[in-house]
């Protein structure tokens, strides 16, 4: 049975290297929903997708920067600079 994309144009174990308001690590893309703080998870994901899409109409792209703006959970918008780059 086959399992789920979390992100279309992504496979699940696709390894990444993301950089979040200057602190980098590296992960999977199934890795990256696991992500312990809220507004780094959110702005991750938001950017992985874009990605994902931006893979399908052009599959040379291996990487983007953004500036996400979060709505966090007590409500207050919070901007966070987002890089995530296949490797």
């Known amino acids: ?4 994309r979390f992100v ?4 699940n174990n696709q390894r990444i290297r993301v950089i979040c308001d200057g602190i980098g690590f590296v992960t999977t893309v199934a890795g990256a929903f ?3 703080l809220t ?3 959110i702005a ?3 950017t992985l997708v874009s990605l994902g899409l931006t893979q399908v109409a ?3 792209v291996t990487g983007t920067l953004l ?3 979060v709505f966090g959970p007590e409500g207050r918008q919070v901007e966070i600079d987002v ?3 296949l490797l």
């Open 1 to 4: 049975m086959r399992t789920k």
């Open 8 to 11: 279309t144009g992504l496979n």
């Open 34 to 36: 696991d992500m312990p």
């Open 39 to 41: 507004h780094q998870r």
């Open 44 to 46: 991750v994901t938001s």
């Open 58 to 60: 052009d599959p040379n």
């Open 67 to 69: 500036r996400q703006r």
């Open 83 to 85: 890089q995530v780059d």
